[in-house]
């Protein structure tokens, strides 16, 4: 079965770039803006795409501590398909857009 993927990919300055892009080369993927890419991926069933698809990025690319794959796909679930996202290789790092927005927090600085 053939399932619909977006990566969003950071390996950061040395990353192991020429092995990414082959793999994305070999799975036909597109190029969709910086460091994000489409293409579908064949699994054997809707639940293994995840551990499927980092065990075939861990053996075609050499990661490195700081590294991070993010996947966005469609999942069946309850008739309808929600869009679900995950690292799969890394974390989620703090927002670097974080303050210029025109929101307010009140905060209390010590005791009153």
């Known amino acids: 079965m053939k399932k619909s993927v977006w990566m969003s990919y950071d390996?950061?300055?040395?990353?192991?770039?020429?092995?990414?892009?082959?793999?994305l080369d070999d799975h036909g993927a597109i190029e969709c803006g910086n460091s994000v890419a489409y293409f579908q991926y064949d699994v054997n069933k809707e639940k293994d795409l995840m551990p499927?698809?980092?065990?075939?990025?861990?053996?075609?690319?050499?990661?490195?501590p700081?590294?991070?794959?993010?996947?966005?796909?469609?999942?069946?679930?309850?008739?309808?398909k929600p869009v679900r996202g995950k690292f799969i290789i890394g974390k989620r790092k703090s927002n670097p857009w974080e303050g210029y927005g025109s929101k307010t927090?009140?905060?209390?600085?010590g005791d009153e």
């Open 105 to 109: 927090v009140d905060t209390v600085d």
């Open 52 to 64: 499927e698809l980092k065990n075939d990025l861990t053996t075609k690319v050499d990661f490195k």
């Open 11 to 23: 390996l950061g300055i040395k990353g192991d770039y020429q092995g990414l892009y082959s793999w």
């Open 66 to 80: 700081g590294d991070r794959i993010y996947i966005v796909r469609k999942e069946f679930e309850n008739g309808e």
